[in-house]
């Protein structure tokens, strides 16, 4: 019997919460959606990732370049540099975070990932999955950009081409993703669906009076630091 080949895709979000890492932990590979349609108007897990600001969850965002005709995929976007985001971006996680137990051990590799060169999105993106996944002790060579694999196909269709096409037998969904994928689909293609089922480990937030789930990698990094982050993804 072929052994089981697992494999996630997802788009490159901006500081991702815990359930995405756990995705890249529990994977054989992991897929970078970055081929995808960027949507034209609104926010998207892209460019924006709820934090704790002012003892509450709010949205952290990054400006986008929107100034085009037509579509643009993720891998053809721009975060705005005509403004200083990555100052404004610092400055929240200092204001919010600085007295956070483990802020200065994490703060300084943090300041290098917001202030990578490049102003293209799934590449500032992916930089900061894949030194997240080398800090938090995960296998980041199986991390790939679905711009590097050719495949055709739109929806589910594609997200079948792209688990055949790095030789996988099996494909990790995350739990809401019936609500838009085709599931038989996974099953004419003979690939196995796995649902993801990832619970929210809860920890202690030096700067809530309750929990907040949901947050950015960011939050459980200053208050858990690497190796408990770590630790939170096998619980």
Same mark, same amino acid.
């Given at each position: 019997?072929?052994?089981?080949?697992?494999?996630?895709?997802?788009?490159?979000?901006f500081f991702p919460w815990l359930g995405y890492f756990a995705k890249i932990a529990r994977a054989d590979v992991f897929i970078?959606?970055?081929?995808?349609?960027?949507?034209?108007?609104?926010?998207?897990?892209?460019?924006?990732?709820?934090?704790?600001? @002012?003892?509450?969850?709010?949205?952290? =965002?990054?400006?986008?370049?929107?100034?085009?005709?037509?579509?643009?995929?993720?891998?053809?976007?721009?975060?705005? =540099?005509?403004?200083?985001?990555?100052?404004?971006?610092?400055?929240?996680?200092?204001?919010?975070?600085?007295?956070?137990?483990?802020?200065?051990?994490?703060?300084?590799?943090?300041?290098?990932?917001?202030?990578?060169?490049?102003?293209?999105?799934?590449?500032?993106?992916?930089?900061?999955?894949?030194?997240?996944?080398?800090?938090?002790?995960?296998?980041?060579?199986?991390?790939?950009?679905?711009?590097?694999?050719?495949?055709?196909?739109?929806?589910?269709?594609?997200?079948?081409?792209?688990?055949?096409?790095?030789?996988?037998?099996?494909?990790?969904?995350?739990?809401?993703?019936?609500?838009?994928?085709?599931?038989?689909?996974?099953?004419?293609?003979?690939?196995?669906?796995?649902?993801?089922?990832?619970?929210?480990?809860?920890?202690?937030?030096?700067?809530?009076?309750?929990?907040?789930? @949901?947050?950015?990698?960011?939050?459980?990094?200053?208050?858990?630091?690497?190796?408990?982050?770590?630790?939170?993804?096998? =619980?």
């Amino acid at each position: 019997m072929r052994a089981r080949k697992l494999v996630a895709i997802h788009q490159p979000n901006f500081f991702p919460w815990l359930g995405y890492f756990a995705k890249i932990a529990r994977a054989d590979v992991f897929i970078f959606l970055d081929c995808v349609q960027f949507p034209k108007t609104g926010g998207t897990w892209t460019n924006r990732v709820q934090m704790i600001v @002012g003892g509450k969850a709010a949205w952290v =965002s990054v400006p986008v370049v929107r100034i085009y005709h037509g579509v643009r995929r993720i891998d053809e976007m721009h975060f705005n =540099s005509a403004t200083p985001w990555r100052e404004h971006l610092l400055k929240v996680l200092q204001t919010n975070y600085g007295r956070a137990p483990f802020y200065e051990k994490v703060a300084p590799f943090l300041t290098e990932l917001v202030n990578q060169p490049t102003d293209m999105i799934a590449d500032y993106n992916m930089t900061i999955v894949r030194a997240l996944a080398g800090k938090l002790e995960l296998d980041n060579s199986k991390l790939v950009a679905s711009s590097a694999i050719a495949v055709c196909g739109q929806a589910t269709e594609m997200l079948c081409a792209l688990v055949h096409a790095v030789g996988g037998t099996a494909y990790l969904a995350g739990g809401g993703a019936s609500d838009y994928q085709e599931d038989a689909l996974f099953v004419q293609n003979n690939i196995e669906l796995i649902y993801q089922n990832f619970q929210q480990p809860v920890y202690p937030q030096f700067n809530t009076t309750e929990f907040v789930p @949901g947050l950015s990698i960011v939050d459980a990094l200053m208050n858990c630091g690497f190796q408990g982050t770590r630790a939170l993804l096998e =619980s």
